[in-house]
């Protein structure tokens, strides 16, 4: 049973930081990648970031602007996502996801999904 529980969200200031962890189970984590999407209020839902535990390639949304890092601990089957500088604009609710396929990440189609962590930033 594939499993992703997202985690790590809050209420932070503008300027502040926060790491998100992606919890996996129950697929062959180094095959799939894993991404994190983000949905606002009243907006689409968006993609973040994702990464590749195959080869470890990371990919980036252009808005990330070089905030965000991701990273993933094969060993534990868990993906971070490190967020810095954080403004009101980022506030939404955080998802992550995966597939056998990266390209699923661009168009957000990836096949497995967990529960959002929410992250709010005051200015």
């Known amino acids: 049973d594939v499993q992703l529980q997202a985690s790590g969200g809050g209420q932070v200031q503008a300027g502040g930081s926060l790491r998100l962890s992606c919890a996996t189970s129950?697929?062959?984590?180094?095959?799939?990648?894993i991404g994190w999407f983000r949905q606002a209020p009243g907006k689409e839902r968006k993609e973040v970031s994702c990464?590749?535990?195959?080869?470890?390639?990371?990919f980036y949304a252009e808005f990330m602007a070089g905030r965000f890092t991701i990273s993933s601990d094969n060993a534990k089957s868990t993906v971070y996502l490190q967020m810095d500088n954080l403004q009101p604009e980022d506030t939404a609710v955080y998802y992550c996801?995966?597939?056998?396929?990266?390209?699923?990440?661009?168009?957000?189609?990836?096949?497995?999904w967990g529960k959002g962590t929410l992250v709010t930033v005051s200015s």
């Open positions: 996801a995966a597939d056998r396929k990266l390209s699923t990440w661009y168009w957000g189609g990836m096949n497995y």
């Open positions: 129950g697929f062959n984590f180094d095959e799939f990648a």
């Open positions: 990464i590749t535990n195959s080869d470890g390639k990371t």
